[in-house]
């Protein structure tokens, strides 16, 4: 099973590079930033690997453009709690 098949790993991977980002002094502004461009790339580019992206992808794909900053940045706040 590769990395973005499972829906923990995945989690915890993303986790751990916000925390290494925040602890390199990356603004909060600045990662959701990135968190977002990250989901258009994703949207775009690749499939789904399971029900957790699946239903990402799905809500992506109707969102708005404010929605899909809040869903972004939910995503941050999501696995940041990960590796808490």
Partial sequence: ???????????????AKVEDA??????SKI???AALQIGEYLAK????QNEQERVLADLWSVASSD????LASCVVKLVE???S
């Fill in 1 to 15: 099973m590769g990395l973005f098949e499972s829906w923990q790993q995945w989690t915890h991977f993303l986790g």
């Fill in 67 to 70: 929605e899909k900053k809040a």
């Fill in 22 to 27: 925040k602890e390199d002094g990356v603004s």
């Fill in 45 to 48: 580019n690749v499939e789904p």
């Fill in 31 to 33: 990662i959701d930033q």
């Fill in 81 to 83: 709690h990960k590796v």
